[in-house]
């Protein structure tokens, strides 16, 4: 079974709108990151936790919370989401950070019309 | 600049042939991984690597640490390799780099 999920996989949503994406993986990994992928960008990390309770900040963080509830589940929120927030979402799982293998979901397709 | 670089953005091979994707690193590097993202979106684990040499069917990969880069070896290909090929940069830091990636079309 996939160890790494994402829901959903596809959301359309307004201007303004509140969204939230998101993720759950049965590794037991302590760390979680949230990413988007823009063309000609690759990914660029957003937020990211250590365990359940932590938050800790990424490169792009404007514009998104997130919260870790669980060492299991980790979610994005959009707000007050914008067009510039459309883009394709990854959530990822390692046992620790950096140097460690990452374990991806599926993805998550937003569209902010 | 760029940290992680790949070469080339872009790639067409046919069917049976060899190729080889880079990634030059401008940063401290102790461990790659290598993705395919395949044409729905996912992303599929390549190879995890410290500084050496992973083989997994069609595909070799090496990672030279001394010299910061590191190599994706096609081996064979065929239509389902087809999509685009990122690398990462992991080091003691909080998170990993990617490159641009390089997008691989396999024809008949």
């Known amino acids: 079974e996939a160890a790494v999920t994402q829901s959903p996989r596809n959301k359309v949503t307004v201007t303004g709108g509140n969204v939230t994406l998101s993720c759950r993986q049965t590794?037991?990994?302590?760390?979680m990151y949230w990413y988007r992928q823009d063309t000609g960008h690759g990914l660029r990390l957003i937020h990211y936790?250590?365990?359940?309770?932590?938050?800790q900040i990424g490169d792009v963080p404007d514009g998104y919370k997130a919260t870790r509830t669980t060492q299991e589940d980790f979610f994005l929120l959009l707000e007050l989401a914008s067009p510039s927030q459309t883009s394709l979402y990854f959530c990822?799982?390692?046992?620790?950070?950096?140097?460690?293998?990452?374990?991806f979901g599926p993805g998550t397709r937003l569209t902010v019309l | 600049g760029d940290q992680v670089k790949q070469s080339p953005s872009a790639l067409s091979l046919q069917e049976g042939t060899n190729s080889a994707l880079r990634c030059n690193f401008s940063?401290?590097?102790?461990?790659v991984q290598w993705f395919l993202q395949n044409p729905r979106g996912s992303l599929m684990n390549l190879f995890y690597?410290?500084?050496g040499t992973k083989e997994n069917g069609r595909l070799k990969s090496t990672f030279n640490s001394k010299e910061s880069y590191s190599t994706l070896h096609i081996r064979d290909a065929q239509l389902e390799d087809s999509g685009t090929y990122f690398c990462?940069?992991?080091?003691?830091?909080?998170?990993?780099?990617f490159g641009s990636g390089t997008r691989l079309l396999v024809s008949p």
């Open positions: 990822a799982s390692s046992d620790g950070t950096g140097g460690y293998e990452q374990y």
């Open positions: 590794n037991s990994h302590n760390y």
């Open positions: 936790s250590y365990g359940a309770g932590n938050l």
């Open positions: 940063i401290a590097t102790t461990t």
């Open positions: 690597l410290v500084p």
């Open positions: 990462a940069a992991g080091s003691g830091g909080y998170k990993v780099v």
